[in-house]
Nanobody, 127 residues
Framework: QVHLVESGGGLVRAGGSLRLSCAGS???????????MGWFRQVAGNERVLVAA????????YIPNSVKGRFSISSDSAKNTLYLHIDNLRPEDSAVYFC?????????????????WGQGTQVTVSS
């Protein structure tokens, strides 16, 4: 069982930056960075949407075109922590952001393939 806890959300003005963190524990003997990891965001009433993913110990990353150039993903294996960096925030980035871990390998883009989820952190961008 993997336990994930997100942090770093809050109220930010448009044009600002944020770094969200996802601390992992209980990785059952596997290294944290060996899991396929992803960041999703969800607006109330809508589905969770992938905004970043990483796999293969961070050697492979994927950023959807919709947020490419503003979002990036990184990790610190020593701290068992995954990060999402968001630059030039826009009001439409307002959402609850979730990190997730998958037992599978490779870049995982669909929520159903992730086994573990954090509780989410709220990001609100004011115009």
């Amino acid at each position: 069982q993997v336990h994930l806890v997100e942090s770093g959300g809050g109220l930010v003005r448009a044009g600002g930056s944020l770094r969200l963190s996802c601390a992992g524990s209980g990785t059952s003997g596997r290294t944290f960075s060996s899991y396929a990891m992803g960041w999703f965001r969800q607006v109330a009433g809508n589905e969770r949407v992938l905004v970043a993913a990483t796999a293969w110990f961070g050697l492979e990353t994927y950023i959807p075109n919709s947020v490419k150039g503003r979002f990036s993903i990184s990790s610190d294996s020593a701290k068992n922590t995954l990060y999402l960096h968001i630059d030039n925030l826009r009001p439409e980035d307002s959402a609850v952001y979730f990190c997730a871990a998958s037992e599978k390998t490779g870049i995982i883009t669909t929520p159903i393939e992730y086994n573990y989820w954090g509780q989410g952190t709220q990001v609100t961008v004011s115009s």
